[in-house]
């Protein structure tokens, strides 16, 4: 019993070592470099010196249709309890005394701040603006100026604009309560960034994506990742075999795929169909149905 119970741990572990591997080799650099150009990332920025050697480093970009003023109050306004992020309102809007939704439209009482001044990251977190230089950057930063938060404005022709994101931030190693927060932002800061970055977008061109659209994609993300939990349970917790080891492994590349690859997520949930489809079926039912012998099948 102990020796199954010691194949089936090395079993799961080999498994996640084998997902993260894909995640570090292909997913990891695509979300960090989402929509940047080779010149974007390569060139410096305000705000690196506040983390020189970041162990977290994400350029991301997305072009918009209008000038840098058209952008600007956006910008400034983000924040809890403020404007919102226009991302996804039902996890980052959760208790804002302004509601669930973010805004679309310019909100003037949030137009004033200065350098030092509280940004409201969530009910129970919060930066500050290290920098603010209207229609051109902004910088947030921790509350002991520790990493970069930078949005940034670059005008392109008349009336298109670049909006990068830099995000450069290391992890709380010595910090158990605030590394546990760094590994959930390690794997879901892109899924946030790439909705703000959307969002602005959508509303400095009027094109608001509808709140349920975005709750839809949070059930996927939210499933997929339950799923590949789940195929891991069932390593350990059933006899180990190919079929449901090698079913672990297409649950997490099926996660990786839904919540990284460039395609549609209607691709992942379709995936994640197959696996829920395989999971249910009984292993002995599935041989036969493999082997065309359904006559002989037992339930």
Not at 247 to 254: D, S
Not at 255 to 261: D, V
Request: charged share 20%; aromatic share 12%.
């Amino acid at each position: 019993m102990l020796v199954s119970l010691c194949k089936r741990i090395m079993a799961t572990l080999l498994l996640i070592a084998l997902v993260m591997a894909v995640y570090l080799l292909w997913a990891r650099p695509y979300q960090l470099n989402w929509g940047a150009t080779d010149q974007e990332l390569a060139q410096a920025m305000p705000g690196d010196h506040l983390e020189p050697h970041p162990e977290f480093f994400a350029t991301r970009a997305i072009t918009i249709s209008g000038t840098p003023e058209d952008i600007w109050p956006w910008l400034l306004q983000m924040g809890y309890g403020r404007a919102g992020y226009y991302g996804y309102d039902i996890l980052e809007n959760v208790g804002s005394p302004h509601g669930i939704r973010s805004a679309d439209r310019i909100l003037p009482e949030f137009q004033q701040f200065k350098v030092g001044d509280e940004v409201p990251i969530s009910s129970i977190a919060s930066m500050a603006f290290y920098a603010i230089e209207p229609n051109r950057y902004l910088i947030w930063t921790g509350t002991n100026q520790k990493g970069s938060f930078l949005w940034a404005l670059y005008p392109e022709g008349e009336n298109q604009t670049r909006l990068i994101s830099r995000i450069r931030w290391s992890f709380h190693w010595s910090q158990p309560r605030l590394l546990a927060l760094d590994l959930f932002t390690e794997f879901t800061d892109y899924l946030a960034v790439r909705e703000i970055l959307q969002g602005v977008k959508g509303r400095v061109e009027n094109r608001i994506e509808p709140m349920s659209k975005k709750n839809t994609e949070v059930i996927v993300y939210v499933v997929t990742a339950l799923i590949f939990i789940l195929t891991l349970l069932r390593i350990l917790i059933r006899p180990l075999t190919w079929n449901t080891w090698l079913t672990g492994l297409a649950g997490g590349l099926i996660w990786l795929i839904t919540w990284y690859a460039p395609g549609s997520i209607w691709l992942g949930v379709g995936l994640e169909l197959v696996i829920l489809g395989r999971m249910c079926i009984p292993t002995r039912l599935f041989e036969k149905i493999k082997t065309g012998k359904f006559g002989e099948a037992r339930v």
